[in-house]
T-cell receptor, first 112, second 112 residues
Framework: NAGVTQTPKFQVLKTGQSMTLQCAQD?????MYWYRQDPGMGLRLIYY???????DKGEVPNGYNVSRLNKREFSLRLESAAPSQTSVYFC???????????FGSGTRLTVV | TQLLEQSPQFLSIQEGENLTVYCNSS?????LQWYRQEPGEGPVLLVT?????EVKKLKRLTFQFGDARKDSSLHITAAQPGDTGLYLC????????????FGRGTSLIVHP
């Protein structure tokens, strides 16, 4: 039982390049989330999807787009990467409202 | 925006010592969660507290939710190197939102 799988685990991009971070879950959870974690800033919500077919902006959505491809998969796209997007990105799932999150192991992204 | 303040920000102790970390807010939360994040991994849910004054124990970890549901503490007895990690609290507001507010975390290092 893999839980929440994020790919890739590490990535280095040049400024202006684009890429998509993938997240897949096998727990049949309805809600999925993308967070970024930066030193001293804690976890900040980028986008979330309460259910298949819906997406909403979180606290820091600028420079990102998301797609809830189906119930299992939620991807995060950087169209034109900037050094300020250097961070560790976490995908999380939640079975239903106010339950605990299950996090993936993260994608460590460096933009040079 | 509801804020959760965690203290201390950093803690470095020797194996066998006891410690307490705190999670405080001026807002009331309907429930509060504690997560532990090991280096290079995503946060893992430890416990959810729901009732004011509630105390939950998980082996050597004791979690308490304040009577007014504005604060929480995590006490570790006889810390071990395996307790090393980032401890995060996350609170759900008393309103309808199912997206928690995360604290910035307490980074704990337990030396052998």
């Amino acid at each position: 039982n893999a839980g929440v799988t994020q790919t890739p685990k590490f990535q280095v991009l040049k400024t202006g390049q684009s890429m998509t971070l993938q997240c897949a879950q096998d727990m049949n959870h309805n809600s999925m989330y993308w967070y970024r974690q930066d030193p001293g800033m804690g976890l900040r919500l980028i986008y979330y999807s309460a259910s298949e077919g819906t997406t909403d902006k979180g606290e820091v959505p600028n420079g990102y787009n998301v797609s809830r491809l189906n119930k299992r998969e939620f991807s995060l796209r950087l169209e034109s990467a900037a050094p300020s997007q250097t961070s560790v990105y976490f995908c999380a799932t939640q079975e239903r409202g106010k339950e605990g999150y299950t996090f993936g192991s993260g994608t460590r992204l460096t933009v040079v | 925006t509801q804020l959760l303040e965690q203290s201390p920000q950093f803690l470095s102790i020797q194996e066998g010592e006891n410690l307490t970390v705190y999670c405080n807010s001026s807002s009331v939360f309907s429930s509060l969660q504690w997560y532990r994040q090991e280096p290079g991994e995503g946060p893992v849910l430890l416990v959810t507290v729901v009732t004011g004054g509630e105390v939950k124990k998980l082996k050597r970890l004791t979690f308490q939710f304040g009577d007014a549901r504005k604060d929480s503490s995590l006490h570790i007895t006889a810390a071990q190197p395996g307790d090393t990690g980032l401890y995060l609290c996350a609170g759900f507001s008393s309103g309808g939102s199912y997206i928690p507010t995360f604290g910035r975390g307490t980074s704990l290092i337990v030396h052998p």
